[in-house]
């Protein structure tokens, strides 16, 4: 690791957005600008930040079924998941913070906002010096077939924030919370209210599914993986041995072995 590198050296824009803003607004920003979360502004103070996943979480409950996603605003989807720093910190000081929190927030002298640094930024700089098979995380799969319904249930209850898709137990895609926000933001906007109960039932995983599917064998080393991260702009690399699944590295995993 470079001692002489400093917060500053890695930090990014910061994306921001009003906590009065709509929902679909947040996402649309997310995924435009490919980042995860934004954060969240009140009167130009920082609140909190918003998700992906916590986008996915609101318009996935029954109890917001009837009401349009472009009448949910950020403020009730706000989460606290950051910290803060300053520009001239040690850039060795991201590294504990980035294994407890998804954003780093980088705020000058006076406390204005003037970055942020997430696992994506540190990843540019540090890799974790270890063979690739020590940042492979089990990989959970589920059916094309399968409800979609079904599927949030397995996320929200087993806590799991990506499934592997199979079809007669081949590989064929990935599911995230970005492809449920994405999948529940079109069908509210498209489905009238009173049949939505009924259709959602019907939504399917291979309905919502992103292919292709982007794998590296477990005989690649550690860049190739990390700089596949990079060029595609995705979180999660799927690890095969021969034709079988052998896990899967996420940004999360490799910023745990640093």
Not at 96 to 101: G, S, T
């Amino acid at each position: 690791m470079n001692d002489e590198l400093f917060v500053k050296d890695i930090m990014s824009r910061p994306v921001t957005i009003s906590k009065s803003a709509v929902i679909t607004e947040a996402l649309d920003k997310m995924l435009g600008e490919g980042i995860d979360p934004l954060i969240v502004l009140n009167n130009n103070t920082v609140v909190g930040t918003v998700s992906r996943r916590s986008v996915a979480e609101k318009l996935g409950t029954k109890r917001n079924s009837t009401i349009s996603p472009n009448s949910i605003h950020v403020a009730s989807t706000v989460e606290e998941d950051f910290t803060t720093v300053y520009p001239d910190q040690d850039i060795e000081i991201l590294v504990p913070l980035l294994q407890a929190y998804k954003l780093v927030i980088v705020y000058d002298d006076e406390h204005r906002l003037v970055g942020k640094v997430t696992a994506q930024d540190l990843l540019r700089v540090y890799r974790p010096a270890g063979p690739l098979a020590e940042v492979i995380e089990k990989a959970y799969t589920i059916d094309t077939e399968e409800r979609v319904v079904h599927l949030r249930r397995r996320m929200i209850d087993d806590n799991i924030l990506r499934f592997i898709v199979t079809d007669h137990d081949q590989a064929i895609g990935i599911v995230t919370e970005t492809d449920v926000a994405v999948a529940m933001r079109n069908f509210r906007e498209i489905v009238e209210d009173k049949h939505q109960d009924h259709r959602i039932r019907n939504l399917l995983v291979k309905d919502i599914m992103s292919t292709p599917l982007m794998s590296v064998d477990a005989g690649a080393n550690m860049d190739d993986v990390v700089d596949l991260m990079a060029t595609k702009n995705i979180s999660t690399v799927p690890i095969t041995s021969g034709e079988c699944l052998a896990g899967i590295v996420t940004r999360e995993s490799l910023i745990k072995a640093l």
